[in-house]
């Protein structure tokens, strides 16, 4: 149940053309706290649950509970979720042995494209394609939760 990954921002849309798969994702949080987050998702035709807990002070890892739950619940409980509700594509890309799941945003997180890779332990190793940018592991303000309430458009200048 500890989630270990690493975050990074994306320069290029070259993932794009090595992706196996892509799959829409619609999320909402009923508690977006960064202590804790709880999370309703549809991946596709799917619906999942998941509590988040705070992560580590690497940031590398942090508690993670997910169940999947009837897509008629998903989308009822998408209705008691605060107002800002996350719209992403994501892409999942082999890598060596590991798989990186580039999430493309939309609406008020139009331009953001991040990249995600677990690993089985903080230390392992992976191949960096060379896609990736700068190392956001840990930095909340990634966090999808906090992009819910501080959206990408409002970063810029």
Same mark, same amino acid.
């Given at each position: 149940?500890? =989630?270990?990954?690493?975050? /990074?921002?994306? !320069?290029?849309?070259?993932?794009?053309?090595?992706? /196996?798969?892509?799959?829409?994702?619609? +999320?909402?949080?009923? &508690?977006? !706290?960064?202590?804790?987050?709880?999370?309703?998702?549809?991946?596709?035709? $799917?619906? @999942?649950?998941?509590?988040?807990?705070?992560?580590?002070?690497?940031?590398?890892?942090?508690?993670?509970? =997910?169940?999947?739950?009837?897509?008629?619940?998903? $989308?009822?409980?998408? &209705?008691?979720?605060?107002? #800002?509700?996350?719209?992403?594509?994501? @892409?999942?890309? +082999?890598?060596?042995? !590991?798989? /990186?799941?580039?999430?493309?945003? /939309?609406?008020?997180?139009?331009?953001?494209?991040? #990249?995600?890779?677990?690993?089985?332990?903080?230390?392992?190793?992976?191949?960096?394609? $060379?896609? %990736?940018?700068?190392?956001?592991?840990?930095?909340?303000? @990634? @966090?999808?939760? +906090? %992009?819910?309430?501080?959206?990408?458009?409002?970063?810029?200048?």
């Amino acid at each position: 149940m500890i =989630e270990i990954e690493r975050k /990074f921002l994306v !320069h290029s849309e070259t993932f794009k053309k090595e992706a /196996f798969k892509q799959t829409r994702i619609c +999320q909402g949080y009923l &508690n977006s !706290h960064k202590d804790r987050a709880v999370r309703i998702r549809i991946k596709g035709d $799917e619906g @999942y649950i998941t509590v988040k807990g705070a992560s580590s002070k690497s940031g590398l890892s942090r508690f993670e509970w =997910e169940k999947q739950i009837s897509l008629d619940e998903a $989308e009822a409980l998408l &209705n008691l979720c605060e107002e #800002a509700i996350i719209d992403k594509v994501r @892409y999942e890309v +082999q890598v060596g042995k !590991h798989v /990186f799941e580039v999430d493309e945003f /939309f609406g008020d997180n139009t331009g953001l494209v991040l #990249a995600e890779v677990e690993l089985t332990t903080e230390s392992e190793t992976f191949i960096k394609p $060379e896609w %990736l940018a700068e190392e956001v592991t840990g930095d909340v303000k @990634y @966090y999808n939760s +906090q %992009l819910s309430k501080n959206p990408f458009k409002l970063w810029k200048s």
